[in-house]
């Protein structure tokens, strides 16, 4: 009896000491039985943010957002920077974990502990939740003026040299409230209460310029004036022959940037125009002309016609261009406004002002894909830095597509495919004590372009 209980005395200390794994029992396959058991460490399954981290290290989209706050903790009791916060929070907005909730639960993977400057497994642990969210309360207005510059400089030194021409493509997205947070507005549009952030890209490249958070109300005029010509003159003290070109739908017509931009050198706009009775009467001949045809041989028409046109608040006349299709769902009639007269009336329409929908892909990565619309805090300022930090990853990922996957399957892929096609790989991580390893599987479907993108790195490096 004695020899049992010692036994199993025994037995005990070892458990303790050697704790047994869980098994879960799945469904046996070829009548072997197979078993489940969360036993294994130092895992990653985002090892792609290595590729993404190396990215960061050569552009510094991560450093210069951080390089804007002002840390003012004490020192001798701060264990995470200010800048291996965002990088954690970046990454991890990247990788598809949208909120701060996901910080308690990823402050151990060891890929992000490496993005964030961390020793994957002697490194402290990362930033929680809550430490992550007084981060993002921390910043001033003035600092997130600053940031805004930042990423503004970060899309300057993206060209290597000045370009014949940028589109400014500027468009409002919704952004759902969640609560009783600061300046939300109730929409008629979306039905409910909402921000309305104003996106602005290089209609030409996708890159992003910035993103500014705003009320749930349509811009006004006088906003829309202020914020282009703050960022018109900007690009022009970096830029002084690129042709800029302000692109958008009917509620960034505006009559201040078109009276100002007429009085600019190699600056131009070219946006949607609400139709009114005078518009239809200087359209006439071409509405009627298509309707027309269109009944006598019932093949869908469409007519393009171009006439000045002046407002009465327009200090300018304006080019305004007319298209007009009759089909078997009637007469649809669009005008646009425009003060480029160079260009083909056709051309100008399609290639010129339609492509603009491409702007609509663009917000979708940036809202749908990287959760961008996760505006959870109360205070307006911090809604406005977690937009920054979705910018931030939109800029690494659109770097990493068009630099380093240029050429591949993945270069005109949305960031969703990106995300579970090249972020999400399996990765073992060991940390030795001359060197760090990195496994990744021996086969896997990204793996020819992960060889292409360590090696265009390491040519980087050299």
Known sequence: MSKITKKSESSNVNSAIFPQPTLFPLSSVNKKPVEISFTSEEISIDGGLLILNEVEKNIGVIKALASCIKDERHQSYVEHSIESMICQRVFQIAAGYEDTNDCDTLKQDAIIK???????????????????????????????????????????????????????????????????????????????????????????????ITTILKPGRRSKNINVYGILRRLILEIRKSWKNTRIIVRGDSHFCCKDLMDWSSSQEKVHH????????????????????????????????????????????????????????????????????????????????EKGYCARGNMELRIKDHKLFLQSDRMSCN????????????????????????????????????????????????????????????????????????????????????
Request: glycine share 6%; with cysteine.
């Open 114 to 208: 490496m993005c964030a400057g961390q020793l994957p497994v002697t490194g402290k642990p990362l930033a929680s939740q809550p430490t992550m969210c007084r981060m993002e309360n921390k910043p001033t207005r003035k600092e997130l003026y600053d940031i805004a510059y930042a990423l503004f400089d970060i899309f300057i030194k993206s060209y290597s040299e000045e370009p014949l021409v940028i589109i400014l493509d500027c468009d409002d997205t919704d952004s759902v409230a969640y609560g009783q947070q600061q300046e939300i507005v109730f929409n008629d549009y979306y039905g409910d209460y909402c921000f309305m952030p104003l996106h602005i890209y290089d209609g030409m490249t996708g890159k992003l």
């Open 270 to 349: 070219i946006s949607g125009l609400t139709g009114n009775p005078v518009l239809h009467k200087l359209a006439e001949v071409t509405i009627k002309s298509a309707k027309r045809e269109y009944a006598q041989y019932g093949r869908a028409v469409r007519r393009y016609h171009s006439f000045e046109y002046q407002a009465g608040s327009w200090g300018n006349s304006q080019r305004v261009i007319v298209k007009v299709e009759a089909n078997s769902m009637g007469t649809n009639i669009r005008y646009i406004v425009t003060d480029m007269r160079d260009y083909r009336t056709q051309d100008l329409y």
């Open 379 to 462: 205070s307006f300022l911090a809604n406005q830095f977690r937009l920054f930090l979705h910018s931030a990853a939109y800029v690494l990922i659109h770097t990493l597509q068009k630099e380093v996957l240029r050429g591949t399957e993945y270069a005109n892929a949305t960031m969703k495919n990106i995300q579970l096609k090249i972020i999400k790989v399996a990765a073992r991580v060991t940390e030795m004590k001359t060197k760090i390893r990195i496994e990744l599987p021996a086969d896997f479907p990204s793996k020819s372009v992960f060889e292409k993108s360590l090696r265009i790195f390491k040519t980087l490096r050299c």
